[in-house]
């Protein structure tokens, strides 16, 4: 880390001060309308009379924090980090305790369902009561479904409140109304790793939990930020530095977790697959791999048809249905059914097939090594521009440090072929026998949240399951290629909830121009007036969490089942969206189906698929607000080296994808990399990567985070700003053919040459012009298509920046 | 014995995020466009942190500033209404009831630590989180900072934690060339 020298002088802290005083102009603004958080009283005062509940923070950061919050006189005063068993997972946020104080009381809360009365973004707004909410959405939901069809009415969550109900919902309201659910992975952006990973392993996710960083010595992060994007966890990435840990950090900008790391390798945006095969080239010709973990471990001594590249099976040549794969036995090199010898990772034969057909085989390891032999590190150096020097040096650390872990995040699965880069990593891994071993693995992410999801009770989502009813499920990603065209059936309504699509989504003007008109409803529940109500047609004020009866939340930090209990009273008349559909549902004549929060809580822990969270202690959860899921402390995934996979082992080659080009993990160019003949229109890659100020768009306009991060800025480095004439804080314009966001500049060393960023989550009013969601495209991916669904790009996407003006803007 | 009450804050940890900024304002009810615990960037900025050095080899850190509780506090001295005061536990406290606002403290504090709080029309600073070090609790800041980056102990107790940090851990304090001999320290 280096000699972090303070040259501090007297000078540079009237500089801040000067900042502070620009500061405290711009906060003014608040203080008319902003009710101070606490009343003006010496802090020892407050803590009379004060009542102490334990809750839960979780807005998608994936930490979900405990807090202990303090409430007087009905009103929240102070929150802390709540206690939980193993105390290092005790603490909280700048997010954490703003979202608390300022989001619950912000002005811009939803305080009662509003109606729209002008023209839809209009903002003309008419307060109603709930009754007349639900008239007005009972109405109109017979309406559409009596038109086009019960599926004609959807609904879509997103992750603004991650606990299971934020995440399960929807599916829950749209079953039980007949309606459609949209799906929301996809949409999201954050599902290219799990497409990589779900095939492979047979998890949608899984990771080593953080403490294990204590055995590592190397870890190399693909696209990881966890100290702005996962905070909390990474007091064990500095522990297990201290304790020795060498840390490298793969990422086209120099970010904050780059720049606490030993090695940072600035690499051209979406081509971290390039890197690896690079590094594992170097691997093979040092011949540093580990043979037998493939033989053992993988699918890859499997026998493949050259002509095909699917697997040759045992019916193929000896007739019968059985589907074994073959292998090459290991002493005399003849094939045999998979499991019968002991068997070798390489071969080479001709087979008759029954149909008497001559083909070639080998194993699908010698097509993968004979791919990763292409990828000297010269070659992949021209692509990723990283030294070939480097990556050779890293591909030698890494296959000779024990134990070497890697973890890959949102930063390289936010291409169009995102999931490139986790197919490679986890290759890579199993090259060198890494999968499975404490302080080591190819960590995705872990934790109790997703095996929550995973594991969620089809009784529960889907309560008229017994009457055999099959829920209509149509894919998010698609919206803009179905609901324009009818397709698979016409949608005329969307329910949206825990989503501020307005600014989340990709090419947000598409929703609107081709979407939006479709509607015949666009119904909101929300906690603060954003940008997602702009053009709904009814806005229901949601709970915020210290005002939910109760939630069930897991987390991506720990192996934790938390239950957030309720600390105030609902603010105005907002209402938990449980209580707003089960109101809903009363109303259509489907109450039945719904029941209360308590009777959810009991439904989906009782149910539970895995019984390590079916089984947890539900009174210590109910009465201290935190249990541990029944997993072992040192939880290591794939220890056993079982997989949930068909053949049980690391499926590395994929012969589903043979048709696409991609059953043995490859490197393909972004869709709109920064070398495609686009480029040349638009030559920089758009990156939009999560800050430490916000989660998307919930704090980032809450007047304490306003004081540390004032206004949004596109970061551009120093030679691309140059040859545009761009100084530090110019208001520069970056646009494409989609659309454009006109924002100040900051010049910057900190990002590679040929990309910028601006930090997502920032809501329209606070850029000067447009916004970032304009710039963005939804393209499908038929690879991803055919292992889940299509995965929202946000950082494969071309623009250019063009100067509008010097200096600061006035205000 | 008296005490001397310090934190010691570890620049290797401080990821920059200012939680300790947000968690004192909390805290202490401090209004909005002041701050007892500002966090400077490499550039002596308050926001919008950039790499300093020369691409690749860039170096981009964070230097959170509470008060000093110096020593030699130049602002005891020059509060002409007892307002600021050295406790015997060290910390440098200001009773805002007795300040008159005239703001000499932040005009002769080398670190610029006393704000002036125009709300009340008095001066604001960081006071160790006194209210809370009285009832055995740490400063705020210390609890919430994600990193753990920041300790709080009894300099004057070789056996508490920061004073083994410091006898462990190359460390330093602000602008030494002042005089003022700052409690706070900063490991590196």
């Known amino acids: ?811 | 014995m008296s005490k001397k009450y310090a934190l010691v804050i570890d620049l290797k940890r401080c990821v920059g995020c200012r939680t300790c900024t947000v968690a004192c304002k909390m805290e202490n009810n401090v209004p909005l466009g002041i701050s007892r615990m500002r966090v400077f960037n490499n550039e002596g900025n308050l926001h919008f942190d950039r790499p300093t050095g020369n691409y690749p080899d860039l170096k981009l850190y964070w230097t959170p500033v509470p008060c000093m509780h110096c020593e030699e506090p130049v602002c005891v001295k020059a509060c002409p209404s007892g307002a600021l005061y050295k406790r015997d536990d060290g910390i440098v406290y200001l009773d805002k009831s007795k300040c008159v606002g005239c703001r000499y403290c932040s005009w002769v504090c080398p670190y610029d630590v006393p704000q002036f709080d125009a709300e009340q029309g008095v001066s604001d600073k960081c006071t160790l989180c006194a209210h809370r070090v009285e009832k055995g609790e740490k400063p705020m800041c210390v609890i919430c900072c994600p990193a753990r980056a920041i300790y709080f102990g009894d300099l004057g107790d070789p056996t508490s934690e920061v004073s083994k940090l410091l006898s462990k851990r190359k460390n330093k304090v602000l602008l030494p060339e002042q005089g003022t001999h700052p409690q706070t320290r900063y490991l590196f």
């Open chain 1, 1 to 811: 880390m280096g000699d972090q020298s303070m040259k501090m002088t007297r000078r540079s802290f009237i500089k801040a001060c000067a900042a502070t005083a620009a500061l405290s102009y711009s906060a003014s603004q608040f203080s008319s309308v902003f009710e101070p958080a606490r009343p003006a009283a010496a802090a020892d005062d407050i803590t009379k009379g004060v009542k102490l509940v334990r809750t839960v923070c979780a807005p998608n950061c994936t930490n979900s924090c405990g807090q202990l919050v303090h409430v007087k006189d009905g009103r929240i005063v102070k929150v802390e980090p709540a206690e939980f068993p193993d105390p290092r997972y005790n603490r909280i946020c700048l997010k954490g305790i703003s979202n608390a104080l300022q989001r619950t009381y912000s002005p811009d809360r939803v305080k009662y369902p509003m109606l729209r009365v002008g023209e839809r973004g209009e903002g003309k707004w008419k307060r109603i009561s709930w009754d007349e909410a639900y008239d007005y959405l009972a109405k109109k939901i017979k309406e559409i479904q009596t038109k086009y069809g019960d599926g004609a009415m959807a609904w879509m969550s997103m992750t603004g409140d991650y606990g299971m109900f934020g995440q399960a919902i929807s599916r829950r309201i749209a079953n039980v109304m007949k309606g459609t659910l949209l799906t929301n992975l996809g949409i999201m952006g954050d599902l290219a790793c799990n497409i990589a990973y779900f095939p492979a392993t047979g998890m949608l996710q899984d990771g080593h939990p953080w403490p294990d960083l204590m055995n590592t010595k190397l870890a190399i992060f693909f696209g990881c930020n966890y100290a702005e994007t996962s905070l909390n966890d990474t007091r064990f990435i500095w522990d297990a530095m201290e304790n020795g840990m060498k840390l490298v950090v793969v990422d086209p900008r120099f970010s904050n977790t780059a720049a606490k790391a030993d090695q940072w390798i600035a690499i051209r945006p979406g081509t971290d697959a390039a890197l690896i095969l690079g590094m594992m080239n170097v691997i093979l010709k040092k011949n540093l791999h580990k043979p037998q973990f493939l033989i053992d471990n993988t699918n890859v001594p499997f026998v493949i048809r050259t002509d095909t590249g699917q697997f040759l099976r045992v019916k193929d040549i000896q007739g019968g249905a059985s589907e074994q794969f073959m292998v090459f036995d290991a002493a005399s090199g003849e094939l045999r059914p998979w499991g019968t010898t002991p068997h070798a990772l390489s071969g080479k034969t001709k087979v008759r097939l029954n149909d008497g057909k001559e083909v070639e085989v080998c194993t699908a390891w010698d097509r993968i090594s004979e791919y990763i032999a292409q990828w000297t590190p010269e070659k992949a150096s021209e692509v990723c521009e990283v030294p070939a020097d480097v990556i050779t040096e890293l591909a030698v650390e890494y296959a000779t440090t024990e134990p070497a872990a890697i973890r890959v995040s949102q930063g390289i699965n936010r291409y169009w072929q995102g999931h490139q880069g986790v197919r490679a990593a986890l290759l890579l891994g199993a090259l060198c026998g890494n999968h499975g071993k404490k302080g080591a693995g190819v960590s995705w992410a872990g934790g109790t949240l997703f095996k929550m999801i995973a594991s969620a009770p089809s009784c529960w989502l889907n309560p008229r399951e017994k009457e055999g009813y099959e829920e209509k499920v149509v894919v998010g990603s698609h919206l803009f290629e179905l609901i324009p065209k009818d397709q698979p059936w016409p949608i005329r309504g969307i329910w949206f909830n825990h989503y501020n699509y307005a600014t989340q989504m990709p090419n947000y003007n598409r929703f609107v121009k081709e979407i939006a008109p479709k509607l015949e409803l666009i119904a909101v529940n929300e906690q603060l007036m954003n940008d997602a109500t702009t053009y709904a047609d009814i806005v229901l004020p949601a709970c915020s969490w210290y005002e939910q009866e109760a939630e069930l939340v897991g987390s991506w930090s720990n192996y934790y089942i938390q239950y957030r209990h309720q600390c105030i009273e609902p603010l105005w008349e907002a209402k938990q969206d449980h209580t707003i559909y089960a109101e809903i549902s009363e109303r259509m004549g489907y109450g039945e189906y719904w029941g209360s929060v308590d009777d959810s809580i009991n439904e989906i822990i009782d149910n539970f698929v895995e019984d390590k969270l079916r089984n947890i202690d539900k009174k210590e959860l109910f009465e201290k607000g935190v249990t541990k899921a029944l997993y072992p402390d040192d939880f290591v995934p794939f220890a056993d080296q079982k997989y949930f996979t068909p053949s049980g082992k690391l499926e590395i080659y994929q012969e589903g994808l043979e048709q696409y080009g991609e059953a043995v993990p490859v490197f393909e160019e972004p869709i709109e990399s920064n070398r495609n003949p686009k480029s040349k229109k638009y030559p920089l890659t758009f990156m939009n990567v999560h800050s430490v100020f916000t989660v998307h768009s919930q704090h980032a306009t809450l007047p304490w985070i306003k004081e540390i991060n004032p206004e949004p800025r596109v970061d551009i480095n120093e030679k691309d700003a140059e040859k545009r004439g761009i100084k530090n804080g110019d208001l520069v314009k970056v646009f494409n053919d989609r659309g454009h966001v006109v924002l100040r500049a900051r010049v910057t060393k900190g990002i590679k040459e040929g990309c910028i960023n601006i930090y997502e989550g920032y809501w329209k009013k606070q850029f000067v012009d447009g916004h970032l969601a304009y710039l963005t495209h939804m393209e499908l991916n038929p690879v991803q298509d055919a292992v889940m669904e299509s995965n929202y790009a946000p950082y494969d996407n071309l623009v250019e920046v063009e100067k509008i003006s010097d200096g600061r803007r006035d205000k």
